[in-house]
C-alpha cells in the first residue's frame, strides 16, 4: 500500500476492505516533497488508525527504500495466518491511489536490490499503468515479486477540501478540477501555512490572497501575456491580457515539483487527531 505522505487521508475504510487481515506496509513516498517537522505526530496520527508498519520513502533517490523487504519479510515471517509451508517466494502487491509512484516504488526496488533498470512505466499523469501487469522481480533473496497496479484504490474523496487536496497532488487530472481552481486553493493553502516560497520563487512584491493577482504577475513574469486590441469609442487601444491558465499551470507544477518548499497538506487533520494530544 502506498500513499502519498501529504494528501494522507483519514481512515479509510477501504484499506481495511481491501487488505483485510493480510500483512501490509503503508509507504508514504514523495517525502522529498513533504514537511517532515511533524514526522513522529504523523506516525502516531496513522497508528490510531490501526497502521502500524509505516515507510516514509522518496523512489526518485532511492531514499529508505532498503528497509521495504526486511519489513514485508519480517511482517509475513511474523504472520501465523501466513503457513508458508516450503514456498520461499514472496508476492506482494502495491496498490495506491494513481500518481503516489507505486510504478517508482518497484524501479527503486529494483535498482537497490537487483540492480536493474526500469520494469515498470511511470508517468506524471494519472492512469499511465493501464493494465495490469504480470509480477515483476524485486529482489533475488529473499525471492520477491511484486505485482503493479493501475491505481485499483479510487480515492476516496470526503470532502471538497480532500478533494482539492488530492487534486493539488496530482491524483486526478487537473481539467476536471480546474486549473486555476487548484492554483487558488494552492495560494489558499500557503498562505495559511505561512509558507511565501511561491512570493520568492516568482519575485513578486509580497504575500498576497488574491489568486487573480497573482497569476497575473505570474504570468507577466514568465512572458505569458498576449496583446489583444480593445475597440473603444475612441479608437483602437492594445491592452495586454495574461495568460491566466498558463500562470496557474506553472504555479502548480512548481509545486509538484517542491520548488514552493516542502508542504504538508494535512497539517489541518493532524491538529484535530486525539492522538496528538500529549
Ligand atoms: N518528488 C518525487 N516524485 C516522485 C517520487 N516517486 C515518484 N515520483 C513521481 O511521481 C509521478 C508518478 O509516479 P508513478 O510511479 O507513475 O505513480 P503511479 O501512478 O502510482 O504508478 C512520476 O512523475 C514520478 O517521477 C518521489 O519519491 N518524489
Ligand atoms: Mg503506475
Sequence with gaps: ????????????????????????VLVLNKMDLADLKEQQKIIQHLEGE??????FTNCLQDENVKQIIPTVTGLVGSSCRY???????????VIGIPNVGKSSLINALRRQHLRKGKATRVGGE?????????????????????????GVLAP??????????????????????????LADYLLYTLNRHQLFGYVRHYGL??????IASVLKQ???????????????????????????????????????RGLLGPVMLDRDVLQRSPVAEP
Design 218 to 256: 505570474v504570468a507577466v513574469r514568465l512572458g505569458k501575456t498576449q496583446k489583444v486590441k480593445v475597440l473603444t469609442g475612441t479608437g483602437d487601444v492594445n491592452v495586454i491580457q495574461p495568460n491566466y491558465p498558463a500562470a496557474a499551470r506553472d504555479f502548480l507544477q512548481t509545486f509538484r
Design 205 to 210: 512584491g509580497g504575500a498576497c490572497d488574491d
Design 126 to 150: 494519472p492512469g499511465i499503468t493501464r493494465a495490469v501487469m504480470s509480477r515483476i522481480q524485486v529482489c533475488e533473496r529473499p525471492l520477491m515479486f511484486l505485482l503493479d497496479t493501475p
Design 83 to 93: 503457513h508458508r509451508g516450503e514456498s520461499l517466494e514472496y508476492c506482494a502487491m
Design 50 to 55: 490501526g497502521l502500524k508498519n509505516v515507510v
Design 156 to 181: 476516496r474523496i470526503e470532502s471538497v477540501e480532500m478533494g482539492l487536496k488530492l487534486a493539488l497532488c496530482g491524483t486526478v487530472l487537473d481539467h476536471l478540477v480546474g486549473e486555476e481552481t
Design 1 to 24: 500500500m502506498i500513499r502519498n505522505l501529504y494528501i494522507h487521508t483519514c481512515r479509510n475504510p477501504l484499506f481495511q476492505e481491501t487488505l483485510g487481515l493480510k500483512p501490509h
